[in-house]
């Protein structure tokens, strides 16, 4: 007789897949606990490297940026999140350029994909770690991300 359709047979096999899960169940009671105490430890909390916190333009220590205005992080976001105002402007040696105006980053739209990232040429944005982004009001979320006086940094 098949032993599966047993009544002992059962009963062996019931007590045999209650043990593995109460295996499972005291390994993981012994394991080592990983938690993190949020609120109180907020000033040494670090994510891990490849955190999307939220997405910012790196400026350095003269107020300069890596944008050319060049659309392509605007064109690769999937849903809009990335709005670039640029002008054409003549340089001193009379050529024309195109100059960042406005770089507004829409957070509350944003997926987080790192499209954008990886479309622009330049490096230009990145995602940080801050992932404190919780507003009550939605207009706080729209950002511009260049900074008031800001230039494109100057090839060397």
Known sequence: MNEDKTYIGGLLGGIKTLCIGLKTSMRE???????????????????????????????????????????????????????????MVETEDGKKKRQLVSYEYNLGSCMFCQLCVRACPHGAITFDQSF?????????????????????????
């Open 29 to 87: 009671f012994f394991t080592p606990k990983i938690t993190e105490q949020y609120p109180e430890n907020r000033s040494e909390l670090k994510m891990f490297d490849r955190f999307r916190g939220s997405l910012i333009m790196p400026h350095n220590e003269n107020n300069e940026h890596r944008c050319v205005a060049c659309g392509l992080c605007q064109m690769a976001c999937p849903n809009g999140t990335i709005t670039v105002k640029s002008e």
């Open 132 to 156: 404190e982004n919780a507003v009550f009001d939605r207009s706080k979320l729209i950002r511009k991300l260049n900074h008031e006086g800001s230039k494109v940094m100057e090839k060397k």
